[in-house]
């Protein structure tokens, strides 16, 4: 049980990636309140959980009514965050979110919860594939209920680092940042490894 909470939070903590999410929010709510900060934030995380949890409840049973395998799901998510891994280690992700905020800023949105913090940001094909991945593995709602707990845990500091992104960006700035990315890149890699060696050793029964 804690092996699993303990990969669950490490997983989804590094898909999700808070600390990375921080200065992207930042320069989207160049201008606003204090206040619209906050109420932003908090709107960006529930929208994001509940997509999360949607897919967490509900995407055994969407595969299994397009005819996928667990196991199958188990490869595709683990390619699918192995390359968001390299990504982050050869600072992509940064760079492509980067883009994708100032394209979002320069339509002049106001109201960037939904989009793009909430989807793609939070609850992108990432972390849903995660979140489906880990909840695939849980046998029973003990289990399932420790990896929601997990993601409850991720999405509220993900939720503490979007409030505090301002002060949290001068606290660690550009070069602490991209170190953390990489070594969270590297985490991920690992982990991505492990879901596709699982997905083929049951596929096979090896």
């Given at each position: 049980?804690?092996?699993?909470?303990?990969?669950?939070?490490?997983?989804?903590?590094?898909v999700i990636d808070?600390?990375?999410?921080?200065?992207?929010?930042?320069?989207?709510?160049?201008?606003?309140?204090?206040?619209?900060?906050?109420?932003?934030?908090?709107?960006?995380?529930?929208?994001?959980?509940?997509?999360?949890?949607?897919?967490?409840?509900?995407?055994?049973?969407?595969?299994?009514?397009?005819?996928?395998?667990?196991?199958?799901?188990?490869?595709?998510?683990?390619?699918?965050?192995?390359?968001?891994?390299?990504?982050m280690v050869f600072?992509?992700?940064?760079?492509?979110?980067?883009?994708?905020?100032?394209?979002?800023?320069?339509?002049?949105?106001?109201?960037?919860?939904?989009?793009?913090?909430?989807?793609?940001?939070?609850?992108?094909?990432?972390?849903?594939?995660?979140?489906?991945?880990?909840?695939?593995?849980?046998?029973?709602?003990?289990?399932?209920?420790?990896?929601?707990?997990?993601?409850?845990?991720?999405?509220?500091?993900?939720?503490?680092?979007?409030?505090?992104?301002?002060?949290?960006?001068?606290?660690?700035?550009?070069?602490?940042?991209?170190?953390?990315?990489?070594?969270?890149?590297?985490?991920?890699?690992?982990l991505a490894a492990?879901?596709?060696?699982?997905?083929?050793?049951?596929?096979?029964?090896?």
């Open positions: 049980m804690t092996e699993l909470f303990i990969s669950a939070l490490a997983t989804l903590f590094v808070p600390p990375g999410c921080a200065p992207i929010y930042s320069s989207l709510t160049t201008g606003a309140s204090a206040q619209q900060r906050r109420s932003m934030a908090i709107r960006s995380v529930l929208v994001a959980a509940a997509v999360l949890l949607f897919f967490a409840f509900l995407g055994k049973g969407m595969l299994a009514a397009l005819g996928i395998s667990l196991d199958a799901f188990r490869i595709a998510g683990g390619i699918l965050l192995f390359l968001i891994a390299s990504e600072e992509k992700r940064t760079e492509r979110r980067n883009t994708r905020a100032q394209e979002v800023a320069s339509k002049d949105i106001e109201d960037v919860s939904v989009f793009p913090m909430a989807i793609p940001m939070l609850a992108g094909p990432g972390s849903i594939a995660s979140v489906m991945l880990l909840t695939s593995q849980a046998n029973g709602w003990m289990e399932r209920s420790v990896v929601l707990a997990a993601l409850g845990i991720v999405l509220a500091l993900t939720l503490i680092a979007l409030v505090s992104a301002g002060p949290l960006m001068r606290l660690l700035g550009e070069k602490i940042e991209a170190m953390i990315t990489r070594l969270l890149g590297v985490i991920l890699a690992a492990q879901y596709v060696i699982d997905g083929i050793r049951a596929s096979f029964s090896l």
